[in-house]
């Protein structure tokens, strides 16, 4: 029987979702940038947002019974409008660079929406935990960002 004041967890698809998006975005990036290092770096990237998917995907089973494997729309269309632009732009892998900057952004701000509602204990350090992992990627991203910028 569950106690009565064990808040629920709240937001944990969403984030997940976004994460999923993310990690299917910069595995196309890391296919599609001609720069060695980008691809390791965004490799990297991808691996953080894996490590922290997993690491949110047990309070996911335990809200839905199942694990959560969808994206969210709005890192979907930002995949779809970089494609668009990177067609067009003379420089690739700046494009990406900026675009996945805003997924990271998208991340954060799931990841603060849940912490700021009234989280079970254990999720709630799984979020905090998240969020500075996370926290690293968006600002390795803003600061690559910044010295690719022409």
Do not use: W
Not at 10 to 23: A, P, T
Not at 45 to 59: C, D, G, H, S, T
Not at 126 to 139: F, G, K, P, R
């Amino acid at each position: 029987m569950a106690q009565l004041n064990t808040p629920e967890m709240k937001h944990v698809s969403d984030i997940i979702q976004v994460l999923n998006s993310g990690i299917e975005f910069y595995g196309d990036a890391k296919e599609k940038v001609k720069d060695q290092h980008l691809a390791q770096f965004f490799d990297r990237m991808l691996n953080a947002r894996r490590m922290v998917k997993e690491r949110l995907q047990p309070f996911a089973v335990q809200e839905d019974g199942k694990r959560e494997e969808g994206s969210a729309f709005s890192v979907e269309a930002r995949k779809v409008y970089t494609k668009v632009i990177g067609a067009m732009s003379s420089d690739k892998d700046h494009t990406y660079i900026s675009q996945l900057e805003e997924v990271e952004d998208k991340t954060l701000e799931e990841i603060r929406a849940a912490l700021k509602e009234n989280q079970p204990p254990q999720f709630e350090a799984a979020l905090l935990q998240s969020m500075a992992t996370m926290q690293e990627c968006h600002d390795e991203m803003r600061a690559l960002k910044k010295a690719t910028r022409h």
